[in-house]
């Protein structure tokens, strides 16, 4: 679990060989804002869509692992599976500004090459009893805020390509 920051709303899982032309504003602005659409459709980019600045808890897992028995306790909603095509290289989760510097992404997977069907959850972990620690902030146990979670895609899996990425509460 690593603390992803972010000052645009949202967090991002991301290909790096998909972002490799990415060297400074202006080729951000081309490669990943105005194609960010593309690029989820695609499977190089899953949004995290929090709709919010600030920093956040976040735990990457690859299957086999899964959520554990506390996140999923706590878990307020889970997103309908993202593609994401994986190369063997680098892949990143960063605050979606970082996309294309790994140096800025706080995690850093190296996942085997394959189509996965990702989902994010976001976890409520302050309302587990003693989550909070006397100073207001998370304890050392503290769950995560969102658990990011890949799983090798079965072929059949309708995915998601929505930026925002979790369905609006009913």
Do not use: C
Not at 56 to 65: D, L
Not at 67 to 82: D, G, L
Request: no cysteine; aromatic share 8%; proline share 8%.
């Amino acid at each position: 679990m690593k603390t992803v920051a972010t000052g645009s709303g949202m967090l991002a899982l991301w290909r790096a060989s998909a972002f490799a032309d990415v060297d400074g504003y202006e080729a951000w602005e081309t490669h990943v804002n105005e194609r960010l659409h593309e690029a989820i459709a695609q499977g190089e980019l899953v949004p995290v869509g929090i709709q919010a600045d600030g920093a956040f808890a976040v735990r990457a897992a690859v299957a086999p692992e899964a959520a554990t028995e506390r996140e999923s306790r706590y878990t307020v909603t889970t997103s309908e599976p993202y593609l994401f095509v994986a190369d063997s290289g680098p892949v990143a989760i960063s605050g979606i500004e970082a996309v294309g510097d790994i140096s800025r992404s706080p995690i850093v997977l190296e996942v085997q090459a394959g189509r996965y069907a990702v989902r994010a959850a976001l976890i409520a972990w302050d309302d587990e009893p003693g989550a909070r620690g006397p100073d207001g902030l998370p304890g050392p146990t503290a769950l995560p805020d969102f658990l990011v979670l890949l799983t090798p895609a079965a072929g059949e899996e309708r995915f998601r390509s929505d930026e925002e990425t979790f369905n609006p509460p009913a």
